[in-house]
């Protein structure tokens, strides 16, 4: 089946800094591709849609300027996670695909 | 898209059959029902999806009443493996490959000696 590969698997960086996830779809293109973002014991909540060639859209509540989406290719999208505190480490998980969303292994993310 | 209530956890003898409910009572004709689960510390893994006719695959099996408020996913023989949230989605097929998912709590499986 279609493949969706995030990089990296676990990142662990300090306060302050910028993170950038990627996200890639292995042996399909992909116009479409959702960043969602889970916190411990909770369920996937969606950051946004990334459409390639053009601008991501948020849903409410997430900040475009500290989570910066780039979709600049078919098989990429990457998540910048700019400026990172502790309260942004969380699961984030890309996803891609039509009727049948396919799923990265997500990425960890812990600031200290 | 439709909401739905799922039980919180559910235990499973391994070698059993697994049955998760789903409760999906305002779906819609055009919605379908979708349903994945989430091993801990892993992304997402599709199983099955439905619009109103029985369906079955390698994984598992789905049953939809007949007024398609509340469905069923049979994991025939469950194995230690099987052990994972459940999440039941009601959603649209868009075009576009627009395919944002509403998650919700889920059903926590645990599969037992």
């Known amino acids: 089946g279609a493949v969706v590969s995030q990089h990296p698997s676990w990142v662990i960086c300090k306060s302050g800094t910028s993170v950038k996830i990627e996200c890639r779809s292995l042996?399909?293109?992909?116009?479409?591709m959702f960043w969602y973002r889970q916190f411990p014991k909770q369920s996937l909540m969606l950051m946004a849609t990334?459409?390639?060639?053009?601008?991501?859209?948020?849903e409410q509540g997430v900040e475009k300027d500290k989570f910066l989406i780039n979709h600049a290719s078919l098989t990429l999208s990457t998540l910048t996670v700019t400026s990172a505190h502790p309260e942004d480490s969380s699961f984030y998980i890309c996803?891609?695909?039509?009727?049948?969303?396919?799923f990265g292994q997500g990425t960890r993310l812990t600031v200290v | 898209d439709a909401k739905t209530t799922q039980p919180t956890s559910m235990d499973c003898a391994e070698g059993r059959a697994a049955n998760l409910p789903c409760n999906h009572s305002?779906?819609?004709?055009?919605?379908?029902v979708y349903w994945y689960r989430q091993i801990h510390s892993q992304g997402p893994q599709y199983i099955i999806h439905?619009?109103?006719n029985n369906e079955t695959n390698e994984m598992a099996s789905l049953i939809i009443t007949e007024d398609r408020k509340s469905s069923t996913l049979i994991l025939p023989h469950a194995t230690l493996r099987d052990t994972a949230v459940y999440y039941c989605?009601?959603?649209?097929?868009?075009?576009?490959?627009?395919?944002?998912?509403?998650f919700g709590t889920g059903t926590q499986l645990k599969v037992e000696l």
């Open positions: 996803s891609a695909r039509g009727a049948e969303a396919f």
């Open positions: 042996d399909f293109q992909a116009t479409t």
């Open positions: 990334s459409n390639e060639g053009s601008k991501a859209t948020y």
């Open positions: 305002t779906i819609s004709g055009n919605e379908y």
């Open positions: 439905g619009l109103k």
């Open positions: 989605i009601v959603r649209k097929i868009l075009t576009g490959g627009g395919n944002k998912l509403t």
